[in-house]
């Protein structure tokens, strides 16, 4: 079993930064693979980026060489660093853990880009 919570969301300016966290608790957490998936109003769920057990990574186009993800198995803890944010980066962040069959997900934290 595991639990998650984001933090770090909020409101910020088209080309500003945030960095997201995602705190896990309940399980290993090193030997899950983490992603963070965003969703707007009216869209679907979709996958911003995600890490594999191994550090592995990968990025969904709309936000490569932007955001970055990251997680430090020492702290329970999965990042995502997001610079030159823009107004379609507005959306609900989720974090999300998988190892084989056993996925979970967190509460998700909102980010805002506007003037």
């Known amino acids: 079993q595991v639990q998650l919570v984001e933090s770090g969301g909020g409101l910020v300016q088209p080309g500003g930064s945030l960095r997201l966290s995602c705190a896990a608790s309940g399980s290993i957490f090193s030997i899950y693979a983490m992603g963070w998936y965003r969703q707007a109003p009216g869209k679907q769920r979709r996958m911003v980026a995600s890490i594999t057990s191994g550090g592995s990574t990968n990025d969904a186009d709309s936000v490569k060489g932007r955001f970055t993800i990251s997680r430090d198995n020492a702290k329970n803890t999965l990042y995502l660093q997001m610079n030159s944010l823009k107004p379609e980066d507005t959306a609900v962040y989720y974090c999300?853990?998988?190892?084989?069959?056993?996925?979970?997900w967190g509460q998700g934290t909102q980010v805002t880009v506007s003037s």
């Open positions: 999300s853990s998988s190892y084989y069959e056993l996925d979970y």
